[in-house]
């Protein structure tokens, strides 16, 4: 079910309940794992935060390596918070998660007990806050035992440090093993984060099943496979792109068979009045069972053209068949290891 929240501001864009919980969230949620490092203008981040909020988005999502540098997305965010955004705190969910590399030594990596509070309160320090509304294990870690992983996360919502507990990139599995054990900790599962797109579908193999059956809510990153679902690649790698940057995405991903799929999915998005990218995120949320999608922007332009794909969530059976036949894996889940144990 489709919830609108009510005011002029949350008017503009529906919101879902987050499986069973009491909370709801935009449609389409910001996230800040680029552009909102050091390398990127404060007043350009600000503007694009100060637009995504007067649009109606609530949600914030942080990482404690978001950067680059690492953690400077959450400094660059703790000030606009400060200068800007502090004033509508309680109208704001903010999220932060560990379990990447952060700092030097056996400490500061992984899903140990001892990383993940430490981390928490050095981002709580860094955004200026007294507590995070959710708070995630950014991946699995097969090293250390899950009932440690998730006993941190439920001190630190017992502690007031975070409200609610998040995972992210966990398989149906290990979603089911960590939803037992906070159940029985009194923390209940708020809601999974996982990687998914028209090209890369992994969690309708049985996560998203999980997530509906347990009552949990599902908030997806990556819907535009990092840039790849909006087309820019279609003439080559642009200076400046990800994969011109060769990181988390590197030009060998961006194969002559994903750009003819990903031409065939430009068609039906016209067909429909929309980009490639509003086509992407609606179709990403066209299952209920997706609370919300996260996206990342560059500019305000860029947030406004994805922020109209909320709402625009229903296809005929023939567009979804379409779509089905380009809407294909092409290799550019680079957190799949997380999810495969």
Known sequence: ??????????????????GRSGITLPEVSLGLWQNFGDGKPLEEQRAILRRAFDLGVTHFDLANNYGPPYGSAEINFGRIMREDLRPYRDELIISTKAGYDMWPGPYGDHGS??????????????????YVD???????????PLEETMGALDTAVRSGRALYAGISSYSAERTLDAISLLRRMGTPLLIHQPSYSMMNRWIEGGLLDVLGREGVG???FSPLAQGVLTGKYLGGVPAGSRAAQDGSLSPDQISERTLAHVRALAEIAAS????????????ALRDQ???SVLIGASSVAQLEENLAAAGKTSFT???LAAIDRDAVEAGINIWAASSAH
């Open 317 to 319: 059976d023939d567009e």
């Open 272 to 283: 429909r009045g929309q980009s490639l990218a509003q086509l992407a995120l609606s179709w």
């Open 1 to 18: 079910m489709t919830y609108v929240a009510a005011g002029d501001r949350y008017s503009r864009i529906p919101y879902r309940r987050c």
């Open 218 to 220: 599902c908030i997806a």
């Open 134 to 144: 959710i708070f995630y294990s950014h991946r699995f870690d097969p090293d250390t």
């Open 289 to 291: 069972r997706v609370t």
């Open 113 to 130: 007990r001892k990383y993940l509070l430490a981390s928490l309160d050095q981002s709580l320090r860094w955004m200026g806050l007294e």
